[in-house]
């Protein structure tokens, strides 16, 4: 062996042991705590991973909203935000990282297994958590004392749902007897046919269903669908889908010219911008049930403003409205505290009472449990490739068209 | 011990004391991080001792972790059976989806990808089963309760505790299977799982029952799952299908295998604390540059940490082949060579 050959890993292992050292030095194992007055708002939401296309829409809210509420007289505050990768276990690694970097509230953060995550982290470090967006009822039953949530629940979107469609035919003069349900066969379409199925005669519904039609969200015919859907003769024709399954759906009723009385859609899909651009005029008429803004508040037409600066080609949707609510009501809460103090902030968080938010509902605040009790859907109605709220009525733009209109009789 | 060079054995302490201490110097969110590479670490370990050690291929693994998972938290929730005597259950039902497994894969001998095909094709099967068991809380999830006092103090035989408790649980877990893996790999069983790796063909002709032999490794490594489901649950306290038994677990936990050394000893070990250490301090980094003003704050940055992860990947599957576990060795001369050992 040669002394270079018996030399070079010896440097190496020194070379080695110096920069591990180095590194070691420079990781920041304790973060200074900030004690600043300014607002440090922790942001949450899986900005890369399968829901990263969801996590980016919420951020696009949340970054609209310095501008706005800078101009209702909010002090500055300061953005921290973190990407929970659509995990979990990332969730509650950035939720402390996020505390540790002196944020004083947490945000976020869409998906309810990673807003749990971090709630643990937030209730064990006092910290109030602003739940912006997630719906599994447990957020707010396991007696969090720092989990704030403004959010309707999974069994609240579907109350809320069937009451607007009761109000949708008393506001429309018409009510249809029976019903035919299509719905993907996947886990979400499935759950929320059950969940609708199960409340269906406790509602004292005034229609009869007539069947419940499972298809393929992947499905590239769904001709036999309509076909079998078209032949119950029913009234209404309810609607649990995706995005480019409402398109097809729609393309086949068409195809097959069944016009019912009325599509209403009780989730994502048909009023999606998509759905409205590819196809056009047939698109419009369709009624969906969803957590939605009040477009008549004038924070959101604020809302609307900054957005589109920003964002030219967006319209301000469920993901910008409650990612922006949740900055509101923690800017709000250290406004009433007038400090940064986990302890006062929790305090003002449970006295919220704001009245002029965004999103549908007489406003923001938490009951016992830390749920918001006053939010409320929407029914939006595509015209125009626009979503127009047609009801409840206090938040409605236009009325409902209803019974809808024949494919052909849309000018 | 008796192979590590005196250099390796000191590093080998060092690394351990620095393990043991990390709760004591570390802050919360380096805590989490710490949790994160020992899970890993202790799933990559039993990920290898499949393919690593007997040359089978799994992109299922989570399946084993969530069937650990929901069978603790069932129990726990619905029958009050704390996780210390549901983690019997837990890793029985494990063992019993993996003898399935195996048995199926062995018996009717099918191997290399279209094994992995087979245990992808029972992770997704058991998903789609439990986002329609309403019973465990469907996609709807299913919730643990956790009290704030719960949060304090160390309460073993519930799983309940501080963040510190869960830290030192998974890591008596990872040096348990690390110690369990080089037990079994210097031992009888690992010669012939090693034969049957290499050279399957021959391993049976001088008269390894290979079946057997494989069965032992896949009922080891479901079982060493489930016991990690039951941390999971446990730590994270709720369990939806989707995040647990998702495809994308069942690949993070090939991740630090890879890049540590697939059918190493200590390179499930070494990956674990390679790539999500390096992962969070590019995050750092890049927050930092944005903060600064080095990255404009409109630039989009969002999973540049995946990124490095997939390049990573693939720089070592091209450069290093055998993972960076046994090249740090050599260069380090962390390990006498064959020729000096004991």
């Known amino acids: 062996m040669t002394r270079k050959s018996v030399n070079t890993p010896r440097i190496r292992r020194r070379t080695f042991i110096a920069g591990a050292a180095a590194v070691a030095a420079a990781v920041p194992l304790r973060y200074a705590h900030s004690q600043g007055q300014k607002l440090k708002i922790g942001v949450l939401f899986p900005r890369s991973g399968i829901q990263a296309q969801i996590g980016i829409d919420c951020m696009r809210g949340v970054e609209s909203a310095p501008e706005v509420l800078k101009a209702k007289g909010y002090a500055d505050f300061e953005i921290l935000a973190g990407d929970t990768e659509t995990n979990p276990a990332i969730a509650r690694a950035q939720a402390e990282r996020l505390i540790e970097q002196g944020a004083h509230v947490i945000t976020g953060c869409f998906d309810s297994g990673q807003t749990l995550a971090a709630a643990q982290v937030c209730e064990q470090k006092g910290i109030p958590f602003s739940v912006s967006i997630a719906a599994a009822p447990a957020l707010t039953e396991q007696g969090y004392k720092t989990v704030f949530r403004n959010f309707p629940t999974g069994p609240m979107i579907v109350t809320d749902s069937l009451n607007l469609q009761k109000e949708l035919f008393q506001v429309g003069g018409k009510t249809p007897q029976t019903m035919v349900m299509l719905h993907t066969n996947d886990t979400y379409g499935t759950n929320t046919k059950d969940a609708f199925v199960r409340l269906f005669p406790t509602f004292n519904m005034p229609y009869k269903t007539l069947e419940t039609i499972a298809y393929d969200p992947a499905a590239r015919d769904l001709s036999a669908e309509v076909r079998k859907a078209k032949a119950t003769n029913a009234e209404l024709c309810m609607v649990i889908s995706r995005v480019n399954d409402a398109i097809m759906l729609t393309q086949e009723m068409v195809k097959q010219r069944w016009v019912p009385m009325g599509i209403v859609s009780a989730g994502p899909g048909w009023y999606e911008s998509v759905y409205m651009t590819t196809l056009k005029k047939i698109s419009d008429d369709i009624v969906s049930t969803v957590p939605w803004h009040d477009p008549n508040k004038p924070l959101s037409k604020a809302l609307d403003v900054a957005l589109k600066k920003r964002y030219p080609d967006r319209e301000l949707n469920t993901n910008h409205t409650y990612a922006f609510e949740g900055i509101l009501i923690a800017v709000d809460a250290h406004k009433r505290a007038g400090s940064t103090e986990a302890g006062k902030l929790i305090e003002a968080f449970r006295k919220t009472d704001i009245k002029d938010n965004v999103v549908t509902g007489p406003g923001v605040r938490f009951n016992e449990k830390g749920q918001n009790p006053d939010v409320k859907m929407s029914a939006i109605q595509n015209r125009n490739g626009k979503n127009l709220v047609v009801l409840p009525q206090n938040a409605a733009v236009t009325k409902a068209i209803w019974p809808m209109r024949a494919w052909t009789a849309r000018g | ?342």
């Open chain 2, 1 to 342: 011990m008796n192979d590590l060079t005196p250099f390796g054995r000191a590093a080998l302490l060092a690394f351990a004391a620095l393990l043991l201490a990390v709760p004591w110097i570390a802050s919360g969110y380096v805590l989490s991080v710490s949790i994160i590479c020992l899970y890993l670490a202790y799933m990559g370990q039993a990920w290898n001792l499949m393919l690593g050690f007997a040359g089978l291929l799994s992109i299922g693994h989570a399946l084993f972790v969530g069937l650990g998972a929901y069978t603790s938290g069932y129990l726990f929730t619905k029958l009050g059976v704390p996780p210390a005597v549901g983690v019997v259950a837990a890793v029985a039902v494990a063992m019993a989806m993996g003898s399935i497994i195996g048995y199926l894969g062995f018996r009717f001998a099918i191997g290399g990808v279209y094994f992995a095909l087979l245990t992808i094709a029972f992770s997704e099967f058991v998903r789609i089963l439990l986002d329609h068991a309403k019973f465990l809380g469907g996609t709807e999830g299913m919730f643990l309760p956790v009290s704030q006092e719960s949060r304090r103090g160390v309460d073993l035989v519930n799983l309940r505790g501080s963040t510190e408790m869960y830290y030192y649980v998974i890591l008596a877990l990872a040096a348990g299977a690390f110690l369990m893996c080089r037990a079994l790999l210097n031992g009888r069983v690992g010669y012939y799982w090693r034969a049957i790796r290499d050279n399957p063909e021959a391993a049976e002709a001088v008269g390894v029952d290979i079946f057997r032999f494989r069965m032992y490794a896949v009922l080891l490594s479901s079982g060493m799952a489930g016991v990690a489901g039951v941390f999971y649950a446990f730590y994270y306290n709720n369990l939806f299908p989707e995040q647990v038994l998702g495809i994308e677990r069942s690949i993070e936990v090939t991740l630090a295998p890879i890049v540590g050394g697939v059918g190493t000893l200590f390179g499930p070990i070494f990956g674990a604390f390679i790539l999500t250490p390096m992962g969070e301090l590019l995050t750092e980094a890049v927050e930092g540059f944005k903060q600064s003003g080095l990255i404009a704050k409109n630039v989009k940055t969002d999973g540049v940490k995946l990124m490095f992860w997939g390049l990573a990947v693939a720089l070592i599957v091209l450069l290093k082949p055998k993972g960076l576990w046994p090249w740090v060795c050599e260069r380090l001369r962390l390990v006498k060579p064959p020729g000096q050992r004991g």
